[in-house]
């Protein structure tokens, strides 16, 4: 996807080099941070926990945290830098502390579903009703119709949710989600570093479709999860 992963040899010390990254380039308050978790890749079914050393060859255990311990890791990670969407902070069938989460600091910050909602309606609606995140990532290979798209999109705006276009990791130069991103008025798309022809493609048709419209154009900003009224 264009990312670049530096060796760093936990959490923080990579929001600090983005933190300081962002200060040194003059951008305080211009430029701000979007987490990716995918917890699921670290939750343990057997005993409930997420394993934060799930990486290293040698891992003794030692750093396994229940679901509330890692909320709280999250709150302070917010409480310190300036983030402001979390996606997938915990397993895909961890309504549970999703809802928990949601609650203390969902005013806040943006809480992301993706492979909590896999873009499934059915999914989504259980998530407004449990109110277990704000945010739907949306993809639309991923529930596999343009029409189940849209419908999941109207579900979240009507629930006052945020909702982020995004890419896949294995793209091609296809640049119809920028066009859906902007036609949806989502006002948030993710598609990698701008880097790698398959991602700059539609960063190059967000241009071309900011050219067509002239004027008429608007730039969220800081409304970007409500950019625009619910259709």
């Known amino acids: 996807e264009g990312g670049f992963a530096p060796n760093i040899q936990e959490n923080k010390e990579g929001?600090?080099?983005l933190k300081t990254a962002i200060e040194k380039a003059g951008y305080t308050g211009k430029v701000v941070i979007g987490m990716d978790v995918a917890a699921s890749e670290f939750y343990n079914d057997k005993d409930k926990t997420y394993d934060l050393n799930f990486k290293e060859e040698n891992n003794d255990g030692s750093q396994k945290i229940s679901g509330d311990s890692l909320?709280?890791?999250y709150k302070s990670f917010v409480s310190e830098y300036p983030i402001v969407s979390i996606e997938d902070p915990f397993d895909q069938d961890d309504w549970e502390h999703y809802a928990k989460m949601t609650a203390e600091i969902g005013e806040q910050v943006q809480i992301v579903g993706d492979d909590l909602l896999v873009t499934n309606p059915t999914r989504v609606a259980k998530a407004?009703?449990?109110k277990s995140c704000n945010a739907l990532l949306l993809k639309v290979n991923?529930?596999?119709s343009v029409t189940e798209s849209i419908e999941a999109v109207k579900m979240s705006k009507r629930a006052g949710w945020g909702v982020m276009t995004s890419h896949r990791s294995g793209e091609t130069e296809d640049t119809f989600i920028a066009d859906l991103a902007v036609g949806l008025a989502t006002g948030q798309?993710?598609?990698?570093?701008?880097c790698?022809?398959?991602r700059l493609a539609k960063y190059n048709q967000l241009l071309r479709i900011e050219e067509e419209l002239g004027a008429a154009a608007v730039y969220p900003g800081a409304k970007f999860r409500a950019p625009v009224d619910p259709y």
């Not at 798309?189 to 701008?194: D, E, L, S, V």
């Open 142 to 144: 991923q529930i596999g």
């Open 128 to 130: 407004i009703q449990e």
């Open 15 to 17: 929001l600090e080099l």
């Open 196 to 198: 790698r022809s398959e």
């Open 189 to 194: 798309i993710k598609t990698g570093a701008p």
């Open 71 to 73: 909320k709280n890791v």
